[in-house]
């Protein structure tokens, strides 16, 4: 069964994960200067299925943020709960700042924020008032590939003590095929999107002291370990 899903079925899997990529002609996956990072990683509640959420994840990622990334899949009982206490509507994404106090809802008001607060520059053009909703719908249609993962809750068999780190660009195709895993087992990360040597990509559990350079091995621990 190993052998069928890595020889066939994960192909398939890249290539749409690739095509969700292309589609939004590789947003995330560098975009300029590197940000001034915050004293402290701003916290996203977000899941990776909601086309609103990578629009968030896309400002990340250009700028080299860090971030806490709180799962809040479709059905998660982990940190869904909690963003609707903390802000009061069942909204995804929201950012939550502890460097400013800041709190907020809307993609793009959250990527226009990022990029003055600590880009220090304007936001691309895409995320203009005028212009937001339309590259909304746009990232809507750019996940229809990947439509049906990332969105709804796994279950999770274990509790996770301590955050995973991840290395990764939004926009890599191998990175999304693990955190949707991520997202649908509602295991919580800091997700890291300024390059360092020998962790383009890189997967490190905590809890456990396990370490992964592979999407594919990295899932397969995820679901052994932590899968409901």
């Given at each position: ?5 890595s ?40 899941f ?16 080299q ?17 909690e963003?609707v206490?903390?802000?009061g ?27 003055s ?6 936001a ?14 746009y ?34 195709p ?48 995820l ?6």
């Amino acid at each position: 069964m190993r052998a069928f899903f890595s020889i066939v079925v994960e192909p398939l899997n890249l290539a749409l994960s690739a095509l969700t990529t292309l589609t939004r002609f590789w947003a995330g996956w560098r975009g300029g200067a590197a940000a001034q990072a915050p004293a402290r990683p701003i916290v996203l509640y977000e899941f990776e299925g909601c086309p609103f959420c990578r629009v968030a994840r896309e400002a990340v990622s250009a700028l080299q943020l860090s971030a806490d990334i709180r799962p809040c899949p479709k059905g998660g009982t982990h940190y869904r709960p909690e963003a609707v206490r903390l802000g009061g509507r069942r909204q995804f994404p929201y950012l939550v700042d502890p460097n400013t106090e800041t709190r907020m809802y809307e993609s793009a008001d959250i990527a226009r924020y990022l990029y003055s607060t600590y880009g220090k520059r304007p936001a691309p053009i895409r995320l203009a008032p005028g212009l937001s909703a339309l590259n909304a719908l746009y990232s809507s249609l750019s996940l229809l590939p990947r439509l049906l993962f990332g969105q709804i809750s796994y279950g999770r068999k274990s509790k996770v003590e301590r955050p995973l780190e991840l290395w990764a660009v939004e926009g890599g195709p191998r990175a999304r095929l693990l955190r949707e895993v991520l997202c649908a087992l509602e295991i919580p990360y800091r997700l890291h999107t300024r390059s360092e040597p020998g962790r383009s990509l890189a997967l490190v559990d905590p809890n456990t002291g396990a370490s992964f350079a592979s999407s594919f091995a990295a899932r397969r621990y995820l679901l052994k370990t932590y899968g409901g």
